[in-house]
T-cell receptor, first 112, second 114 residues
């Protein structure tokens, strides 16, 4: 079993839809949670950063962390064709090398 | 967010040559940088952790003599692929970590070995 599980998609939605992306994880030591967006042949771009449990909102993006369920989500409101990309969840603890553990990525397609 | 640059963005070389890739944090100091490799339609695979002023820590299965990492300053880490072969062709991405554990990624370097 992978430490971080993420549905690879592809997820296809119409423009304007609300998108829900999710990851589950098994390591209870993870404390820092991130969502990245990666366009084809580009480096990942940090979208959201959350420490421990709770919600965080930034524009059209909302990140949720439920540590009791080991489950994190990213919601995108009013999705746009420009949101079409691969979304990667990532997480780390504050011990050890503190390298990020990534999900496999979900490919999102927003249809105009 | 913070900016990380990577150079070159693309390199094509002959088999047997060595290639150096630079990773720079432009607006913050990073004691720790990471090097990843990514194959098409796959997630990032961590190759090594680069610590300023000390030896890099390599992931299992990554040859440290083939992938030389130097982190000479708080804003620069380099990855040298020595004696590159076609199977080394890939997308190499670096990241730099802030003191809040956020990681900001460079734009990546596409290496093609003929």
């Amino acid at each position: 079993q992978k430490e971080v599980e993420q549905d690879p998609g592809p997820l296809s939605v119409p423009e304007g839809a609300i998108v829900s992306l999710n990851c589950t994880y098994s390591n209870s030591a993870f404390q820092y949670f991130m969502w990245y967006r990666q366009y084809s042949r580009k480096g990942p771009e940090l979208l959201m950063y959350t420490y421990s449990s709770g919600n965080k909102e930034d524009g059209r993006f909302t990140a949720q962390v439920d540590k009791s369920s080991k489950y994190i989500s990213l919601f995108i409101r009013d999705s746009q064709p420009s949101d079409s990309a691969t979304y990667l969840c990532a997480m780390t603890s504050d011990t050890g090398r503190r390298a990020l553990t990534f999900g496999s990525g979900t490919r999102l397609q927003v249809q105009p | 967010g913070a900016v990380v640059s990577q150079h070159p963005s693309r390199v094509i070389c002959k088999s047997g040559t060595s290639v150096k890739i630079e990773c720079r944090s432009l607006d913050f100091q990073a004691t720790t940088m990471f090097w990843y490799r990514q194959f098409p339609k796959q997630s990032l695979m961590l190759m090594a952790t680069s610590n300023e002023g000390s030896k890099a820590t390599y992931e299992q299965g990554v040859e440290k003599d083939k992938f030389l990492i130097n982190h000479a300053s708080l804003t620069l880490s380099t990855l040298t692929v020595t004696s590159a072969h076609p199977e080394d062709s890939s997308f190499y991405i670096c990241s730099a970590r802030t003191n809040r554990y956020e990681q900001f990624f460079g734009p990546g370097t596409r290496l093609t070995v003929l």
